[in-house]
């Protein structure tokens, strides 16, 4: 290689993400200039189009450490992306393409969102996995449609947290040899050196997870190369072990702490360059000869995919490619979607596995699985066969790996990915739900044990306070369906949906009720399931409760109080809806009462009281629970009655 021309062209990167920072007096050149060697080289293996992010058989690269968007948009301008020098200078600013963390869906050529460390980790073992499987329905011996590599570059941050074992685990175990993780390994943390908390052997640790590891000087332009070689030739993931320094150039500022997270100044600055041979006092400086060779990643990207669509219309191939095309393009009319009798019990994770078989039957993109829960869970993809040729994908007991895997799945491009645990262990992948929702990813997460209805699991396994935390969050809808054929409604919508979805379901039975609606759809997130004439109270109620509220109402009608019932399976859709479309269906004239065993509070939105839990949960049957906590048709009409005289 043209060692030369590398450290140009690498210094090219240091510079441009150092006065990114300085300009915007903030983020982090440590990691940026620590890493512009390894991604000099990278760049000469990478196949991608920058005129076209969304090309499906590009390599994927994900910046596990969020906060090196110095270089990341350094190398996403330098390559060609639609992203101009004007964008690195409003590098942090409001409304630019440029953000201190890279969004999905905001830059052209992010591939994923990152923030929290160790979920891009994660994610690149999502887009790894979805590639084997569109391989498996694609491929031929003789046909590689889906034939490319996906590159994680991480630090000591993302290798110290939890998900990044369990990812790396999972990616151990299903042998994916399309996944090379960079490893940034400069020994350094905010506080000082890694050995003030961390002392693994991190070699040891991935061969014990069935990786194959190579170790390198990370500054050194033909080890760099010749590990990017040999991890193409290896039959399991790969981890590079890549020794640095961070911020490298710096001057004395490298190799320490503080250039972490801090400008470096523009006195340091001008004198790095100065050393480096590039001008002192300007800044966003890019030598010619540089960008032309960073560029040759445009004319190699388009070559590339020209001869990828070449390929898929050659006779042989025709299969292959209709095979794609149904892939990328879900027939939802062709879901058989299931019926269930009126009155039938049927527990909401028993309906939500009928509706997971039959979407998955119709749609080639679905699948999924759980964290060692599918029995319980309902979510078994019957006769489907197992990941990666078959649908149905063991995670192990990882739930925030898990979550973070479905989420790189999903940003892959043409998989809808569903994702399964009990509803209290939730708190478990939250923060990989918050990165689904800001990034508008098509992920669905199934959460059956919705409530007390659990029962003697007790407390521990009782959520409480969980529909409310995911009712915050924006850009995400929580789905509690009534019923088998509300469940239903739900799934309609949230395919449909431009955002990720979550389905919290029943362990105990609930009877089907009439098909017959007052006023309203499911499909718009709450409806008037029972209208009286002369209402003066409405109850309001999700889930198991709703039920319960139907026959308080006809309880309520013997004592002479006309009461409305009011079904939201989506609290945050129906909340979307026009106000003449809410006000129709909670009369504004009525008082209204909502019924929900979890915490609640969202309901004061609505409501003018709410029965809700203010407590944990407890050990016992779950009919005890219900009564014990107030939640019986009883104590519903004795609530309605005190709301009425009042």
Same mark, same amino acid.
């Given at each position: 290689?043209?060692?030369?021309?590398?450290?140009?062209?690498?210094?090219?990167?240091?510079?441009?993400?150092?006065?990114?920072?300085?300009?915007?007096?903030?983020?982090?050149?440590?990691?940026?200039?620590?890493?512009?060697?390894?991604?000099?080289?990278?760049?000469?293996?990478?196949?991608?189009?920058?005129?076209?992010?969304?090309?499906?058989?590009?390599?994927?690269?994900?910046?596990?450490?969020?906060?090196?968007?110095?270089?990341?948009?350094?190398?996403?301008?330098?390559?060609?992306?639609?992203?101009?020098?004007?964008?690195?200078?409003?590098?942090?600013?409001?409304?630019?393409?440029?953000?201190?963390?890279?969004?999905?869906?905001?830059?052209?050529?992010?591939?994923?969102?990152?923030?929290?460390?160790?979920?891009?980790?994660?994610?690149?073992?999502?887009?790894?996995?979805?590639?084997?499987?569109?391989?498996?329905?694609?491929?031929?011996?003789?046909?590689?449609?889906?034939?490319?590599?996906?590159?994680?570059?991480?630090?000591?941050?993302?290798?110290?947290?939890?998900?990044?074992?369990?990812?790396?685990?999972?990616?151990?175990?299903?042998?994916?040899?399309?996944?090379?993780?960079?490893?940034?390994?400069?020994?350094?943390?905010?506080?000082?050196?890694?050995?003030?908390?961390?002392?693994?052997?991190?070699?040891?640790?991935?061969?014990?997870?069935?990786?194959?590891?190579?170790?390198?000087?990370?500054?050194?332009?033909?080890?760099?190369?010749?590990?990017?070689?040999?991890?193409?030739?290896?039959?399991?993931?790969?981890?590079?072990?890549?020794?640095?320094?961070?911020?490298?150039?710096?001057?004395?500022?490298?190799?320490?702490?503080?250039?972490?997270?801090?400008?470096?100044?523009?006195?340091?600055?001008?004198?790095?360059?100065?050393?480096?041979?590039?001008?002192?006092?300007?800044?966003?400086?890019?030598?010619?000869?540089?960008?032309?060779?960073?560029?040759?990643?445009?004319?190699?990207?388009?070559?590339?995919?020209?001869?990828?669509?070449?390929?898929?219309?050659?006779?042989?191939?025709?299969?292959?490619?209709?095979?794609?095309?149904?892939?990328?393009?879900?027939?939802?009319?062709?879901?058989?979607?299931?019926?269930?009798?009126?009155?039938?019990?049927?527990?909401?994770?028993?309906?939500?596995?009928?509706?997971?078989?039959?979407?998955?039957?119709?749609?080639?993109?679905?699948?999924?699985?759980?964290?060692?829960?599918?029995?319980?869970?309902?979510?078994?993809?019957?006769?489907?066969?197992?990941?990666?040729?078959?649908?149905?994908?063991?995670?192990?007991?990882?739930?925030?790996?898990?979550?973070?895997?479905?989420?790189?799945?999903?940003?892959?491009?043409?998989?809808?990915?569903?994702?399964?645990?009990?509803?209290?262990?939730?708190?478990?992948?939250?923060?990989?739900?918050?990165?689904?929702?800001?990034?508008?990813?098509?992920?669905?997460?199934?959460?059956?044990?919705?409530?007390?209805?659990?029962?003697?699991?007790?407390?521990?396994?009782? !959520?409480?306070?969980?529909?409310?935390?995911?009712? &915050?969050?924006? #850009?995400?809808?929580?789905? $509690?369906? =009534? %019923? /088998?054929?509300?469940?239903?409604?739900?799934?309609?919508?949230?395919?449909?949906?431009?955002?990720?979805?979550?389905?919290?379901?029943?362990?105990?039975?609930?009877?089907?009720?009439?098909?017959?609606?007052?006023?309203?759809?499911?499909?718009?997130?709450?409806?008037?399931?029972?209208?009286?004439?002369?209402?003066?109270?409405?109850?309001?109620?999700?889930?198991?409760?709703?039920?319960?509220?139907?026959?308080?109402?006809?309880?309520?009608?013997?004592?002479?109080?006309?009461?409305?019932?009011?079904?939201?399976?989506?609290?945050?859709?129906?909340?979307?809806?026009?106000?003449?479309?809410?006000?129709?269906?909670?009369? !504004?004239?009525?008082?209204?009462?909502?019924?929900? &065993?979890?915490? #609640?509070?969202?309901?004061? $939105?609505? =409501? %003018? /009281?709410?029965?809700?839990?203010?407590?944990?949960?407890?050990?016992?049957?779950?009919?005890?629970?219900?009564?014990?906590?107030?939640?019986?048709?009883?104590?519903?009409?004795?609530?309605?009655?005190?709301?009425?005289?009042?």
């Amino acid at each position: 290689m043209d060692s030369a021309m590398m450290k140009k062209m690498a210094d090219t990167i240091r510079f441009l993400a150092a006065d990114m920072i300085q300009k915007a007096n903030s983020g982090h050149p440590g990691a940026p200039m620590g890493l512009a060697d390894i991604a000099t080289v990278l760049s000469e293996h990478m196949v991608h189009n920058p005129n076209n992010p969304k090309w499906l058989n590009r390599d994927r690269l994900v910046f596990s450490g969020g906060h090196a968007t110095g270089l990341v948009y350094s190398l996403l301008y330098l390559w060609g992306y639609d992203i101009s020098l004007e964008d690195l200078k409003n590098f942090r600013q409001l409304g630019s393409k440029t953000p201190g963390h890279p969004e999905y869906g905001h830059t052209p050529g992010v591939e994923i969102t990152t923030g929290p460390l160790g979920q891009g980790v994660a994610n690149a073992v999502g887009m790894a996995m979805a590639a084997k499987y569109c391989a498996n329905l694609v491929n031929t011996e003789t046909a590689k449609i889906i034939d490319h590599t996906v590159y994680c570059l991480c630090g000591d941050g993302d290798l110290m947290e939890g998900i990044s074992y369990e990812a790396c685990a999972v990616a151990g175990r299903y042998a994916l040899d399309n996944l090379v993780l960079i490893y940034d390994s400069n020994r350094i943390t905010i506080e000082g050196d890694t050995s003030l908390a961390w002392t693994e052997d991190v070699r040891l640790r991935f061969e014990a997870q069935d990786w194959k590891v190579l170790e390198i000087d990370g500054h050194d332009y033909t080890q760099i190369d010749n590990a990017l070689k040999e991890a193409k030739t290896v039959d399991k993931p790969v981890l590079i072990i890549a020794h640095t320094m961070i911020a490298k150039g710096a001057l004395e500022m490298q190799g320490s702490h503080e250039s972490h997270g801090a400008p470096l100044g523009e006195e340091l600055i001008a004198r790095a360059k100065e050393v480096a041979g590039f001008p002192a006092k300007e800044s966003f400086y890019v030598p010619d000869d540089v960008l032309a060779r960073f560029r040759c990643a445009v004319e190699k990207g388009e070559l590339a995919e020209r001869e990828w669509r070449h390929l898929l219309k050659q006779t042989p191939y025709i299969e292959q490619n209709e095979a794609l095309a149904r892939l990328e393009n879900p027939d939802f009319d062709a879901i058989v979607w299931p019926e269930f009798e009126e009155g039938a019990e049927v527990a909401t994770r028993d309906s939500n596995g009928k509706i997971l078989n039959a979407i998955a039957k119709a749609l080639p993109g679905f699948l999924g699985g759980s964290a060692d829960l599918a029995p319980s869970n309902k979510t078994e993809l019957k006769g489907m066969g197992e990941f990666p040729k078959g649908k149905n994908i063991h995670f192990g007991i990882r739930e925030h790996a898990m979550a973070a895997i479905g989420n790189g799945m999903a940003a892959y491009g043409p998989l809808l990915p569903f994702t399964a645990t009990f509803f209290v262990f939730s708190d478990y992948l939250k923060p990989a739900v918050r990165v689904a929702a800001l990034s508008g990813l098509k992920h669905f997460f199934v959460w059956t044990h919705d409530s007390i209805g659990v029962g003697e699991d007790g407390p521990t396994h009782q !959520p409480i306070e969980h529909l409310s935390q995911f009712r &915050a969050l924006p #850009g995400f809808y929580t789905f $509690r369906p =009534a %019923d /088998a054929s509300e469940n239903v409604a739900c799934w309609k919508v949230a395919l449909q949906a431009d955002r990720p979805c979550g389905f919290v379901l029943s362990r105990q039975k609930l009877k089907t009720l009439k098909k017959k609606i007052d006023y309203g759809a499911p499909e718009k997130g709450g409806y008037l399931i029972k209208r009286r004439e002369g209402a003066t109270l409405t109850l309001v109620a999700t889930g198991s409760e709703v039920m319960t509220a139907l026959k308080a109402g006809c309880h309520l009608e013997e004592k002479g109080v006309m009461a409305n019932v009011v079904s939201v399976p989506c609290f945050e859709l129906f909340l979307e809806q026009p106000r003449s479309y809410i006000d129709a269906v909670i009369d !504004p004239a009525t008082k209204v009462l909502a019924v929900e &065993a979890a915490s #609640g509070l969202e309901w004061y $939105r609505l =409501a %003018d /009281a709410v029965m809700r839990m203010e407590s944990f949960g407890a050990s016992g049957k779950a009919g005890d629970l219900f009564k014990h906590f107030g939640f019986t048709i009883d104590a519903v009409v004795e609530r309605a009655l005190e709301i009425s005289a009042s």
